[in-house]
């Protein structure tokens, strides 16, 4: 098979949240690496919380990452100015939200034809394909409702209609399918399948379905803003532990999750014994090797280091004596 290019990678990748709260501030992404090939589909699944919302706003542009890079289509964001952003985001990515976002003032099919309208499309052709798109999602009937008037699951299709009708090669999805009923979510799972397959889509989606992931080539699991593990296709949401492989990254981190934590034993010290290449061994040290000296009691001084004043039972600081302070002493 031919080497396919690089369609989106990011590199040391941290993203911090300041606030004035009293917890301080959230590092919401720690180092993250990720590549994504051309028409590849990646899910990423991880606990609430753990950072998959924030990754997909600095992938897709939405966000600037503290520190890392992120290369669209070979082009480093950093390096452009908005304007490049903008042009090369409108070409290439497009983003399913978590809640729909769309346009209050727009009726659905406006909402729908809006990008093509931002890229200088003439009304007429926009609106007949947004109409066009709307009907593969079961929405053609509904094209006049504003957002207000649609339900939660009506308005995530319009919003994926929207989506796709600049025809990107990449979607950025966050829980795409999270609002919709069992039925329309399958729906929408078979069509981003068949874009997907027939016209070489990539994906990168956040996802609590195994449905969603299992559509997906690999998925990668998220905690506490690091990729702890990857897995195949076929894979048990609710039992990780069976189709897991870790990551070691580029500076060597590894991340126990917290399962396999818990059946090692705990947090410790570990030997390693036999490493080869490809291959490593983790023993827990069971005697201690270092000799950790015992703690010493501090306390002040019995005497006056200067003129040998005896301070018996008073807890005076300075010698009433010479004047000298006292002295706190190990024992
Ligand atoms: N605007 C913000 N300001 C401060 N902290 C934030 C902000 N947005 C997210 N966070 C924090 O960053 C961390 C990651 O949040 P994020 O929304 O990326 O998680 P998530 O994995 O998408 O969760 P969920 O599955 O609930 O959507 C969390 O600790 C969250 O509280
Ligand atoms: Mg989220």
Redesign the pocket.
């Known amino acids: 098979m031919e080497e396919r290019s690089t369609i989106l990678e990011a590199k040391n990748m941290y993203h911090i ?1 300041e ?1 004035m709260s009293l917890e301080g501030n ?1 590092v ?1 992404l720690r180092g993250l690496n990720v590549k994504i090939k051309e028409g590849e589909a990646v899910a990423v699944i ?1 606990p ?8 997909l706003k600095c992938l897709g542009g939405l966000m600037k990452p503290s520190s890392g890079s992120v290369s669209l289509g070979g082009k480093e964001m950093i390096r452009m100015t908005g304007t490049e952003l903008v042009k090369l985001r409108q070409e290439t990515v497009s983003f399913i939200f ?1 809640d729909s976002n769309l346009l209050p003032d727009l009726n659905a099919l406006d909402n729908v034809a809006q990008p093509l309208r931002h890229q200088g499309v003439m009304p007429g052709p926009a609106r007949a394909k947004a109409m066009e798109l709307l009907e593969r999602l079961a929405m053609g009937d509904r094209w006049m409702g504003m957002p207000e008037q649609l339900s939660g699951g009506e308005q995530q299709r319009v919003a994926i209609a929207r989506a796709l009708i600049t025809n990107p090669k990449l979607i950025l999805a966050d829980e795409p399918t999270g609002a919709l009923d069992p039925i329309t979510s399958r729906e929408v799972l078979e069509l981003f399948e068949r874009l997907h397959e027939e016209e070489d889509v990539a994906f990168l989606l ?1 996802t609590h379905n195994r449905d969603v992931a299992y559509f997906c080539e690999r998925s990668l699991e998220l905690r506490e803003g690091r990729f702890v593990a990857q897995h195949g296709t076929d894979f048990d949401l609710s039992d990780l532990s069976v189709t897991r492989e870790l990551i070691i990254d580029d500076t060597g981190t590894i991340t126990l999750p917290p399962d396999l934590l818990l059946k090692l034993g705990g947090p410790g010290r570990f030997d390693v014994p036999n490493v080869e290449r490809d291959s490593l061994n983790l023993e827990r040290v069971e005697n201690e090797k270092i000799e950790v000296e015992a703690k010493t009691k501090r306390e002040l001084a019995h005497t006056c280091p200067a003129c040998n004043y005896d301070y018996e039972n008073s807890i005076e600081q300075t010698c009433p004596e010479c004047g000298s302070t006292r002295p706190i002493v190990h024992t």
């Open positions: 949240y606030s959230v919401a991880g609430s919380g753990s950072g998959k919302s924030t990754l978590q956040v």
